[in-house]
């Protein structure tokens, strides 16, 4: 008699397939990345255009700048709106979908300033310990 050991496993435990998994650590890794994060915070007081967001994005390059904000409104978190004047200009804004994010980014920010004298404690244990 065989046992069915998926039931247990962590793959099966809450439910999603590893397809279900894999797709929802892409969508992850693309919304919490170092611009993305910072690009959200930016987006949450008002809209900006792409130069108002590279000015408070210290170290960005153009590049990296222009790939997040595609990611960004390709998975529905901003939009996108071109701006029809002398010069064209293109704004970007937090969609309902990505004000949603607010909460949780908030929560994690809160952590950080909350636990920070912990993780600077843990870091010098660390340290002091690989020194030996």
Known sequence: ???????HSPAHSSGLSCGDKASGRL??????DKWSVSILFALCSKPLRF?????SM??????SLTQCLRRLERNGIISRRVIPSSQIAVEYSITPLG?????????LFNWTI???SDVTLAQATFDARAAE
């Open 51 to 55: 130069n108002e967001i590279k000015r």
């Open 27 to 32: 969508l992850l890794d693309q919304i919490t």
């Open 99 to 107: 004000r949603t994010l607010e909460a949780p980014f908030q929560a």
């Open 114 to 116: 909350e636990h920070s």
């Open 58 to 63: 210290d170290g960005i390059t153009q590049k």
């Open 1 to 7: 008699m065989s046992v069915d050991t998926r039931q």
